[in-house]
């Protein structure tokens, strides 16, 4: 293989990991423009509809189109319930006070998901095959279609959400001014709870369709989570294009780097981007700079 094919494997390897790095970036963002938030519990939401859809397709023989939905509603509504048992109940908390409660919820899921599961590496059979896909010089597997056809469809159905419902456009009020909105009749806590729920549903669908091509675990959501928040402060906080155009950077940066120089590098180039975005551009690529200071709840 030469090294341009080389290239561009590593390109298209990028773009499919960097299709979850986005979806997992969308979900900080959601919350975040809702809350002043960082969500620690994102990257336990993307293991968790990984693991579930795990015993759905494979324990319970479930069809495929079943295992997806129940395996989506069920991690949306434990993100309704972390909102509903957790934040929602606290009269005017500090932004410390919620992180460190996304951060506990964290533990608890990464702790529940391994009393259940245990700790060995589950996988999932591929959705549609395992034959490679030649293109050029290099080979895809078909998994990786759905990969991106999947986030296509998610970004479109974000847009459409928030650019034609009613909720999504109570949502993007709370976004600029909650005081503003609750002001004019708005729910914010009911967006606030909203939030959470699609944020959840993001994590559990990148989840489910990583795990086929990529090993699922307990202890996974922490890096996946770790990335998506360097892709959403890449992007800029706040900003969903910027998450999705920094999602596929990161992706493939990452892959790379870990082709070029050593696989070894391959989880530092997710730290080390986040790092040289907080010292130099705070605001992201396409954030302002007040998205890049956490705003009060």
């Known amino acids: 293989m030469s090294l341009a094919d080389q290239i561009l ?10 299709s979850i790095y986005a979806m997992v970036a969308l979900g900080f963002n959601i919350i975040y423009n809702s809350t002043g938030i960082i969500n620690f519990a994102q990257g336990e939401f993307v293991m968790l509809g990984g693991m579930i859809m795990v015993f759905f397709s494979m324990a319970l023989k479930l069809p495929l189109a079943i295992g997806f939905a129940g395996s989506v509603i069920l991690v949306t509504l434990l993100g309704v319930l972390l909102e509903r048992l957790t934040i929602h ?10 992180i460190i409660i996304t951060l506990a919820a964290s533990i608890l899921f990464k702790g529940g998901a391994m009393f259940i599961w245990g700790k060995e590496a589950v996988t999932l059979r591929p959705f549609s095959g395992d034959h490679p896909i030649f293109i050029f010089g290099a080979t895809i597997l078909p998994q990786t279609l759905w990969i991106l056809g999947i986030t296509l469809a998610v970004v479109v159905a974000l847009g459409l959400f928030f650019e034609f419902t009613v909720f999504g456009k109570a949502m993007r009020a709370c976004a600029v001014n909650r005081m ?12 606030v709870m909203v939030s959470f729920a699609l944020s959840a549903a993001l994590g559990a669908v990148a989840g489910i369709i990583i795990t086929p091509i990529s090993l699922m675990e307990y202890d996974k959501g922490a890096i996946m989570g770790l990335k998506g928040f360097g892709a959403a402060v890449l992007g800029g906080l706040g900003s969903g294009t910027g998450a999705v155009l920094a999602g596929f ?18 989880d530092a180039i997710a730290l080390f981007v986040l790092l040289m975005v907080l010292f130099f551009r705070p605001s992201g690529l396409m954030g302002s700079r007040e998205a890049g200071k956490l705003k009060k709840f």
């Open 180 to 191: 503003a909105a609750s002001l004019m009749g708005i729910n914010v806590k009911q967006m």
């Open 249 to 266: 950077i990161l992706g493939i940066l990452e892959s790379l780097g870990a082709g070029l120089i050593h696989s070894g590098f391959k």
């Open 89 to 98: 109940p606290l009269r005017n908390p500090d932004v410390i006070t919620l």
């Open 9 to 18: 494997q590593y390109v298209l390897t990028g773009i499919t990991v960097g």
